[in-house]
């Protein structure tokens, strides 16, 4: 048998191959959009892919199954569990097949058992694997967003997302009920989890690739939690924000999502596209650097850096995919890497984009402070200090006085500022505070500063006496 890892460090996906040489069978398990990857490793194998599967219908990034079976001919193993609400709207192409728990097919001589494993999604499925040239008994399961290195996926996703109320404590105690079950299973077996450090998945995801059920079991607190009613309220609280976009990934992935051959080129525009798209208010995505936002900028474009490896995931925070989108590359050679980037969360459409020779007449600075500028500032009744990180980082400690609001809820709060203040952005490390000055930017707001310390100087510079 051959088992192969792919691993996704902007949207801290994981994704397996896995193989049999004896009939030169191949299947994909969760892929993400960009295919490429998975044919060209199972081609280095001698493998052809036969076979794909996902374990439920994701809500972070686009599926690869129709993608890879349209590029393959791949058969597509789903889901048929779950209400009516949550069977796949593609489930009738004839490469499809629906199954359920206890289902199991064939990879050559591996086989893989569907085990029915609801909480993070009503239809989530895992998948035990048994390589049979070998054994009599499964060596590891495929856990999807059900189990994580450290931690069990969230159930909360259907209600803050998708809008789904009244679903996240059916969903907690459903996840209570599908760890008893995955209790009995032999201590020995491989966990293969969907997701790493760094997923908003969970609330405290392992940076580890894998792990076995037997350690998880040991300090893994969701197998710690015997009472149903204490392992609600602990899988519910201090759970991270939820990326808007998380419900147009979902409805993308039950319908089946388009192909990529099938979506335009974006094309390379002038500077008077841009000022016609900004003028339309459409939403432009400057992917520069952040010292060359700072230092000249087209008003009205955000800062948005693909220095951050999950800069894709703001762009979908923030954006209508209904609407064109356009963007600002570093340069002609990012720009590749920047499209299949945004796909991969389903920003389909990409008009286009613009080099940084259109950041030229009529740009402007954006205005910066240092932690020691804006201690001298805090008497001043007209500033606000906006600190965007996320609610369980404000928490642990932040500077007194400071108002919070997480960035991926700022377009919705604008209300709660005034735009008579003058508004200093703040973060941890200074990426997420641009990113909150210029959409405060774009907003009309026009006394707006971005805090370009990180935590390590604003923490010392507000001493430990006031810094809480």
Same mark, same amino acid.
């Given at each position: %048998? $051959?088992?192969?890892y792919f691993y ?6 994981a994704a397996?191959m ?7 069978e191949?299947l994909?398990?969760d892929?993400m959009r960009n295919?490429d990857q998975?044919i060209?490793a ?6 052809? $892919?036969t076979?794909?599967?996902e374990?439920h219908i994701h809500?972070d990034?686009?599926?690869g199954?129709?993608e ?6 791949a058969?597509?193993?789903l889901?048929? %569990?779950?209400?009516e ?8 192409d004839?490469?499809v097949?629906?199954?359920r ?6 990879v050559g001589?591996?086989? %893989?058992?569907?085990v029915?494993?609801?909480?993070h ?5 895992a998948?035990l ?6 054994a009599d008994q499964?060596?590891? $399961? ?6 994580f ?9 259907l209600?803050?997302a998708?809008g789904?109320?009244?679903? @996240? ?7 209570f009920?599908?760890?008893q079950r995955?209790?009995?299973l ?8 969907a997701?790493?450090a760094?997923s908003?998945c969970g609330?405290?995801l392992?940076?580890?690739p ?7 079991k040991?300090f893994?607190?969701a ?5 149903e009613d204490?392992?609600?309220r602990?899988l519910?609280d ?11 990934? @979902?409805?993308?992935n039950?319908?089946g999502p388009?192909?990529i051959a099938?979506?335009?080129?974006p094309q390379?525009?002038?500077?008077a596209?841009?000022d016609a798209a900004l003028a339309e208010g459409?939403f432009?995505?400057d992917?520069?650097?952040l010292?060359?936002y700072r230092a ?5 474009t955000?800062?948005i850096?693909?220095?951050?490896v999950m800069f894709?995931?703001?762009v979908?925070?923030?954006i209508d995919y209904?609407?064109?989108f356009?963007?600002? !590359?570093?340069d002609?050679a990012?720009?590749?890497f $920047?499209v299949?980037s945004?796909?991969?969360i389903?920003?389909?459409n990409i008009?286009g984009?613009?080099?940084?020779d259109?950041?030229t007449?009529h ?7 240092t932690?020691?500028?804006l201690?001298?500032? %805090?008497?001043d009744t007209?500033? !606000?200090?906006?600190d965007?990180r996320?609610?369980t ?7 007194p006085?400071a108002?919070h ?5 700022l377009?919705r709060?604008f209300d709660?500022?005034?735009p008579?203040?003058l508004i200093? !952005?703040?973060c941890a490390g200074g ?5 909150a000055a ?5 907003q ?5 500063a971005t ?16 810094y809480?």
């Open positions: %048998m $051959i088992l192969r996704d460090d902007q949207l801290a996906q397996y896995v193989g049999c040489p004896r009939s030169g191949a994909i398990v892929p295919v998975y060209r199972a081609e280095k194998e001698g493998l052809r $892919i076979q794909v599967t374990t809500a990034f686009v599926s199954a129709r890879l079976s349209a590029r393959t001919g058969t597509i193993y889901s048929d %569990m779950g209400d609400n949550w069977k796949y709207g593609y489930a009738d004839p490469k097949i629906l199954v728990d206890g289902d199991s097919w064939m001589g591996v086989r %893989m058992e569907v029915h494993t609801p909480g999604t009503l239809e989530h499925v998948f694997l048994t390589d049979t040239a070998a499964p060596m590891g $399961i495929f856990t999807g967003d059900f189990l290195v450290g931690d069990v996926g969230r159930p909360d996703l209600e803050a998708a789904f109320v009244g679903t @996240k404590e059916l969903g907690a105690r459903q996840q009920h599908t760890v995955i209790k009995q032999p201590d020995y077996l491989q966990v293969w989890p997701h790493g760094g908003a609330k405290a392992g940076a580890i894998s792990t076995t059920l037997g350690y998880e040991l893994n607190p197998f710690q939690i015997n009472d204490d392992f609600v602990w519910l201090a759970q991270p924000e939820a990326p808007f976009y998380f419900a147009e990934m @979902k409805r993308v039950k319908v388009e192909l099938d979506l335009p080129t390379h525009f002038d500077r596209t841009l459409l432009v995505a992917m520069r650097s010292e060359e000249a900028h087209v008003p009205g955000v800062s850096p693909t220095s951050n894709s995931t703001y979908g925070w923030f209904r609407k064109p356009y963007f600002i !590359t570093p002609e990012s720009v590749d $920047i299949t945004l796909r991969a389903g920003i389909d008009v984009y613009f080099t940084p259109v950041v007449e740009a402007t600075p954006l205005p910066t402070m932690a020691e500028e201690a001298v500032r %805090m008497p007209h500033l !606000t200090v906006l965007v996320g609610l980082e404000y928490e642990a400690g932040h500077i006085g108002a609001i997480a960035l991926g809820f377009p709060n709660k500022l005034s008579a203040d200093v !952005t703040q990426y997420r505070a641009q990113v210029s959409l405060l930017r774009r009309g707001f026009k006394h707006v805090l370009t310390d990180g935590e390590d100087v604003w923490a010392q510079v507000f001493s430990s006496e006031v809480s």
